[in-house]
């Protein structure tokens, strides 16, 4: 056993109220260059849609993660020899139109505007060419089911469901899919990468880009099934998230989180056997990968555990912050927050709780099988996008938020505690607290747990001040 620390994220969709706001500081932050103009870190998107870029979840046309071949694991793309074949023109490769052409104005012509007799216009301009362009797509333009008549049957979400029937008016439902760079255990844009410019960083697992070694290939942009690697046009280099790790390092929250207004993100390290990924990434079918992926992750209070890490030199602080994260709980002791997409098997350690939904018919709470059934939001579609089409899982937690739901309406509102829905989801009056006061009333020091820096380090501004871009850049 090989235990490395690894920092993971837990997104409630059930907060998510589609602000945006997380992608704005990342923004103006990481991208706000030439080159990154049509870069989004971070973005949310509406489902059901066909998201930023477009398709990305179909890796039938995209052909990114990886696949099991004659019981070997192996990129969907193919290895060396087909991306040596392909150099010169990779098909796999998204286009700017897949993105969107990014544009502005030119707000002086406006300003500056001689007397008229009519409302002067503008008309947007390419950042890319200068030239006039007609706007067609963007990074959030089903927002709010904006046109999900017309993108909704191309989401493949809808698998084994009739998408016909659920974008009509009276059955169509909507919530919202913050995404961002997914820091994989088993990450495809690595494996794909051939001058080894991408690495998974070895003491915290934070996939970066090295900028030198980089040589524009683009095999990252297309092997990664997320779409999360970007090429910069100006620099001739791929970029991606970099989980912020220069304010992680300072002992702060990654932007996206420290701004989310509904508190939905938590942050925490998980500890994983490293000698198990492999294993775990090529389970039998895809919908062995999720528990497959559950089966590496440690506990971080199992003495043993604490004993190995030890001796393989990971930090006391980064153990305390492990057995103090909340992320841990809520993947795998209580088995709230699902992976995006398993099937690409590349082990994803940015998670989601699925969000509840009302219900379309009224149920009897006894009935709870009839009432997770009735909900507005189709488990089917749930389980296609989290647990790669097994529905056990999602009912499971669905189930669990409903009965917690359920237990705190009863004590506040009523005032009379019904714990007929505790033994049915497994969970003592004590752990439906916990788990309540941990997605409901959670101050930001209790989201997002990070290791401190050891007492008496007489150079932490020093080394907060050279832990970011190097001088080059």
Known sequence: MKIKAQYAMVLNLDKCIGCHTCSIPCKNVWTNRKGAEYMWFNNVETKPGIGYPKKWEDQNDHRGG????????????GGRLSKGLSIFHNPDLPTIDDYYE????????LVNSPHRRQQP???PRSQLTGDPIRLEWGPNWEDDLAGAGETGPGDINFKNLDYAAFLQFRNIFMFYLPRLCEHCLNPACVASCPSG????????????????RCRGWRYCVSGCPYKKVYFNWKTGRAEKCIFCYPRIEAGLPP?????????????GVLLYDADRISEAASAASDQAVYPAHMEILLDPEDPAVQKTAAAEGIADAVLRAAARSPVYPLI??????????PEFRTLPMVWYIPPLSPVKHYSESSQEQDFIDSLRIPITY????????????????????????HYMRSKRIENK???????RVGFSEETIEKIYRLLSLASLEDRIVLPKTAPGDANLFTRQGACGYGDSI
């Open 121 to 123: 216009s503008l008309r």
């Open 197 to 212: 410019a991408l690495y998974k960083r070895d003491d915290d697992g934070i996939v970066l880009v090295d900028q030198e």
């Open 417 to 423: 505690v019904d714990k007929t829905l505790l033994d």
């Open 102 to 109: 990014p544009w502005t104005y030119d707000y002086g012509s």
């Open 255 to 267: 932007l996206c989180v420290h701004s989310c207004v509904g508190r939905i993100r938590y942050v």
């Open 66 to 77: 990886w696949q099991l071949k004659e019981g070997s694991l192996e990129l969907k793309a």
């Open 332 to 341: 795998k002791t209580w088995k709230l927050a699902l992976p995006l997409h």
């Open 382 to 405: 749930l389980a296609n996008l989290l647990t790669a089409g097994d529905q056990t899982p999602v009912r499971q937690a669905l189930k669990r938020l409903s009965a917690v739901r």
